[in-house]
């Protein structure tokens, strides 16, 4: 047990502290950024086509997934990732991404027990928590 404690102090000397600030403002930032995309997609849907705002959201969420889609099989999403950090993957984009990773990792494995299983096995959490967390605010929001 000691020898393990000594040999996590001796490697935390040498390890790099990774630049939080910079971390935080560059995923600020560019989730800022995509944001902002959502939003001048949304206003032009509805100044360009003359449709409602329900109906510019869903085509915005749609443009920003298909983008997603595309930027993550062409292997750019992973690089803007790793340069905007949580900025491009708390986002519905990067939901995308992460399903499309594991598809296209696991096609080789077939549709059902590599694509279809592998896929959920990512996504599964944030589809279950975001169920949850719409029912229980609905509850909230039928008491209120």
Not at 42 to 68: C, D, P, R
Not at 121 to 134: D, F, L, P, Q, S
Request: positive net charge; charged residues 10%.
């Amino acid at each position: 047990m000691r020898l393990r404690d000594n040999y996590q102090k001796a490697v935390k000397q040498f390890q790099p502290k990774p630049p939080y600030v910079v971390n935080s403002l560059k995923a600020f930032v560019s989730g800022g950024l995509l944001c902002v995309l959502g939003e001048a997609l949304k206003k032009w849907y509805i100044n360009g086509f003359g449709v409602s705002q329900e109906v510019a959201e869903h085509w915005m969420m749609l443009t920003v997934i298909s983008l997603a889609i595309l930027l993550t099989g062409i292997g750019m999403y992973d690089t803007f990732s790793q340069f905007a950090g949580a900025g491009a993957t708390a986002l519905l984009s990067g939901f995308a991404n992460s399903l499309v990773s594991a598809a296209m990792e696991h096609r080789s494995e077939g549709w059902v027990s590599g694509v279809a299983n592998h896929m959920f096995k990512i996504g599964g959490a944030a589809i279950v928590y975001g169920i949850v967390v719409a029912y229980v605010l609905g509850v909230v929001y039928y008491i209120m």
